[in-house]
C-alpha cells in the first residue's frame, strides 16, 4: 500500500521560497497521480498543483500559476512541489495524495479517487 510522507514546510517571509517533498514508499509513485493540496485555517482544502503518472503532464491552479512548479524524481520514489514569491495568503498546511485511478484533467480536484494522502507539512509566510 502506497505511504506519503512530506516534508520541507517552515516559516518564511514573503517573497521567500520553499521546495517540499513528497516521499512515496511501498510502490512506485510513478504509477500514480500526484496531487499537491493545501488547506488554511477556516477555508476548503484546494488543489494547487497535480502531475500525470509517469510525470508527462502537470496542471498549476490559477491561484499560484508561475510561482509554484511541480516535479518528480523517480529515482527517489519523490514529488516535489517548488514554491517561490510566497504571499501570506500561502500560508496553510499543505497535503500531497496519489491517485492510480485519477483522470489527469480532474487531478486538481479533492476527489474521493485519492486514496493515499500524507500527514501535512505547515507553510507559513509571515513577516
Known amino acids: 500500500q502506497l505511504q506519503l510522507v512530506e516534508s520541507g514546510g517552515g516559516l518564511v517571509q514573503p517573497g521567500g521560497s520553499l521546495r517540499l517533498s513528497c516521499t512515496a514508499s511501498g510502490a512506485t509513485i510513478d504509477y500514480y497521480t500526484v496531487g499537491w493540496f493545501r488547506q488554511a485555517p477556516e477555508k476548503e482544502r484546494e488543489g494547487v498543483s497535480c502531475?500525470?503518472?509517469?510525470?508527462?503532464?502537470?496542471l498549476v491552479a490559477d491561484s499560484v500559476k508561475g510561482r509554484f512548479t511541480i516535479s518528480r524524481d523517480s529515482a527517489k520514489n519523490t514529488v516535489y512541489l517548488q514554491l517561490t514569491n510566497l504571499k501570506p495568503e500561502d500560508t496553510a498546511i499543505y497535503y500531497c495524495?496519489?491517485?492510480?485511478?485519477?483522470?489527469?484533467?480532474?487531478?486538481?480536484?479533492?476527489?474521493?479517487?485519492?486514496?493515499?494522502w500524507g500527514q501535512g507539512t505547515r507553510v507559513t509566510v509571515s513577516s
Open positions: 495524495a496519489a491517485s492510480p485511478t485519477q483522470h489527469f484533467s480532474e487531478c486538481l480536484r479533492n476527489d474521493p479517487r485519492y486514496r493515499s
Open positions: 502531475l500525470s503518472q509517469w510525470g508527462t503532464r502537470s
